[in-house]
């Protein structure tokens, strides 16, 4: 599951905010919002994604950067709403 | 759209709390500026302010799309738009925040004044370099201890003139941008906070807006609402639930319109038949119920959504752009048909006309509605683009 969610979270990032990007810049452990790649509306585009995708439910108050900076943690938090 | 018969029966209910309590005209409070506290008291008793709260924590918890239904009747049928605009401003930047954020101890300390209406909530965000660009903010919250030091000014304060709370944000790090943006609750009696008399609007002239001065404004460490670096994500969320209420109010001023305009074309005769039968004044007509009923849906999608749980904010901000400009436009519309007496103060839809042109401008102006909305669909930022090495 969790590879299946990482790759999902890889393509939609490749294709969203690093479109032309050389997809092993992509590493599981780069901040993203922290270094400015995900601003506020690409969360809220990264959140929808996840909710259409994996059928979960995001509220505001989980979008914070302890679940949205790295792909490592968009995938845990993801396992953890599909629990 | 059909709607549960607990939303109609909720609609009845506030249609008979507009005819019994709230059925006046406000020209001289719109003239004066003035804040209509007995129609707030009677707003609060009558229930409106627990309308989307849920039931744990003191609310009627009829959802939003109700809250939707009922911010429509209300904008029909009561004539002061002002106050409920004071009304939103305090349910969606105020209690909701506090709803969906706030700890235990802020829900047990705050929601019950807000609820019954003995607390008024204001909006402290908007500052006077930082507008659209909202999260440029200057306002600093400084750690001291385990309380925070706020220092900074705010500008069009919803509220901000009779709130008894403030929900100010600031930033802790200014180099952290918007990540560094922290919600605080700050009561009005608090030291080092100041508030302004209202600003002299152009309409709405009745909900009181004004600045706030933050000068070595101590708070303490639980009037952190959220988390530290958490506060867009909460002004995020407030703006998503304002967009689609607020605007609301207006789709019921708009069918308020309607009726009058239709009621007044058909009486007023001129070359000896009623001014209705000439095709120009009909197609305004016509163009004032189009924009009712592309607005309406509008903005209940946006109430079903949440109640669904979902993300509503590219839905909130394709209903706000089209909702203001079909509210401005069916106000100019109204003035146009009603000729002379649509354009004297005494009558609704000149005061509807000044409302109506703020709805383009708060929450978010139109232009950064469109922004959003070009972004939300996936094109690119105006922005520098950061790339994985850090370079812009």
Redesign the interface.
């Known amino acids: 599951m969790a590879d299946e969610i990482r790759q999902a979270v890889r393509t939609h990032l490749l294709e969203?905010?690093?479109a032309g990007?050389d997809p092993s810049?992509?590493?599981d452990d780069?901040p993203l919002?922290?270094?400015?790649?995900i601003?506020?509306?690409g969360v809220?585009?990264l959140?929808?994604f996840l909710?259409q995708r994996f059928g979960i439910?995001?509220?505001?108050?989980e979008?914070?950067?302890e679940n949205t900076d790295t792909v490592d943690a968009i995938v845990s938090f993801v396992e953890s709403k599909a629990d | 759209m059909e709607l549960s018969d607990d939303i109609i029966r909720l609609r009845q209910e506030i249609e008979d709390l507009a005819r019994d309590r709230l059925a006046e005209s406000g020209v001289d409070r719109d003239r004066d500026g003035a804040f209509w506290s007995h129609g707030w008291a009677a707003c609060a008793e009558g229930g409106v302010l627990r309308l989307p709260v849920p039931e744990e924590d003191g609310g009627r918890g009829v959802g939003l799309l109700a809250t939707i239904v009922a911010m429509e009747s209300l904008g029909r049928m009561v004539d002061d738009l002002g106050l409920l605009f004071s009304i939103n401003a305090h349910l969606w930047a105020g209690v909701i925040p506090i709803v969906r954020f706030g700890t235990e101890d802020q829900k047990h300390r705050w929601l019950p004044g807000l609820l019954d209406g003995s607390v008024i909530a204001g909006h402290g965000a908007t500052e006077s370099e930082a507008g659209s660009d909202v999260f440029a903010m200057r306002t600093t919250a400084r750690r001291d201890g385990e309380d925070w030091i706020l220092e900074g000014s705010k500008s069009f304060v919803a509220n901000g003139p009779v709130a008894d709370l403030l929900v100010v944000y600031a930033t802790t790090d200014p180099d952290l941008g918007e990540l560094g943006i922290t919600g605080f609750l700050v009561p009005r009696d608090t030291p080092g906070l100041q508030c302004s008399e209202p600003l002299d609007k152009m309409g709405l002239r009745t909900s009181q807006t004004g600045a706030i001065v933050l000068e070595d404004c101590r708070v303490p460490g639980d009037a952190i609402l959220g988390r530290p670096g958490g506060g867009a994500a909460c002004f995020n969320c407030s703006m998503e639930w304002e967009r689609g209420a607020i605007l609301a109010m207006h789709v019921g001023r708009m069918e308020r319109q309607l009726d009058e305009a239709v009621r007044f074309v058909k009486e007023r005769r001129q070359f000896g038949r009623p001014i209705g039968s000439y095709q120009s004044v009909a197609n305004r007509i016509v163009d004032m119920k189009m924009r009712i009923e592309t607005a309406r849906p509008l903005v209940r999608r946006i109430g079903m959504l949440k109640d669904d749980g979902r993300q509503a904010m590219l839905e909130a901000a394709i209903a706000k752009l089209h909702v203001s400009e079909a509210a401005v436009q069916s106000s100019l519309d109204a003035v146009q048909v009603m000729g002379s007496r649509g354009y004297l103060r005494e009558g609704i839809v000149e005061r509807d006309l000044r409302d109506a042109l703020g709805a383009r401008i708060y929450s978010g102006t139109n232009e950064m509605q469109r922004v959003m909305i070009a972004r939300l669909l996936g094109l690119p930022s105006s922005l520098p683009e950061r790339r994985p090495d850090g370079s812009a």
Do not use: C
């Not at chain 1, 919002?33 to 790649?37: L, V, Y």
């Not at chain 1, 439910?57 to 108050?61: D, K, S, T």
């Open positions: 969203d905010v690093l990007e810049n992509l590493t780069m919002r922290t270094s400015g790649i601003d506020s509306m809220i585009r959140t929808g909710e439910r995001v509220e505001a108050h979008t914070g950067v």
